[in-house]
């Protein structure tokens, strides 16, 4: 009869954030969704598209890149790797700086004048309204920046880099 005791079982790791899941997949789901505008986009500044002659850099990077680049991070953050940790916040603080540079930038006037082909234009200011809009998501992403950075949610993340590397030995 054998009565040799078992080995002990590996200790039981920290529960995962739900949080950090559930913003994974909304930021799958969201940029999925917005892959097809990203790639129409693309294709009209390689075809010298009228409509994209006047683009900025900015608006490029967040219509074009923004979409896989976020697709790529909510993989990340799913499989909870620090890069994704990393990048999510770096997203989400240049989120908020566009945000507020534009809130500040908004003029409260409506303008009216001749675009060069001839065409009047009229540009509606957005007023409270859109401060209302900004403000809120500029809430939302320091929100999420604050829950990131919490000590649970980056333990997760550090904790995962410090067992990969223990397991490596």
């Known amino acids: 009869m054998n009565t040799s005791v078992p080995p002990p079982l590996p200790p039981v790791p920290e529960s995962r954030s739900r949080f950090v899941t ?3 997949w909304v930021v799958m789901v969201v ?3 917005s892959l097809p505008i990203a790639g129409l986009s693309f294709l009209m500044v390689l075809a010298g598209s009228p409509g994209t002659r006047h ?7 967040t219509v074009v890149c923004g979409p896989p680049a976020f697709l790529i991070t909510g993989f990340g953050l799913l499989r909870r790797h620090r890069w994704a ?3 999510m916040l770096v997203m989400l603080g ?8 534009m809130m500040l930038r908004s003029s409260s006037d409506t ?3 001749t675009s060069p082909d ?3 234009t009229t540009v509606l200011s957005a007023g409270g309204i859109y401060w209302f809009y900004a403000l809120v998501f500029v809430a939302i992403c320091a929100g999420m920046t604050a829950k990131l950075l919490s000590p649970h949610v980056r333990r997760e993340f550090h904790e995962q880099g410090a067992v990969s590397a223990k397991s490596d030995e």
């Open 22 to 24: 559930v913003l994974a």
């Open 118 to 120: 001839g065409v009047r």
């Open 85 to 87: 940790w990393l990048a």
């Open 31 to 33: 940029s999925g969704l």
């Open 55 to 61: 683009s900025d850099p900015l608006g490029f990077l």
């Open 111 to 113: 303008e009216a004048f």
């Open 94 to 101: 240049l989120m908020i700086v566009s945000n507020v540079g």
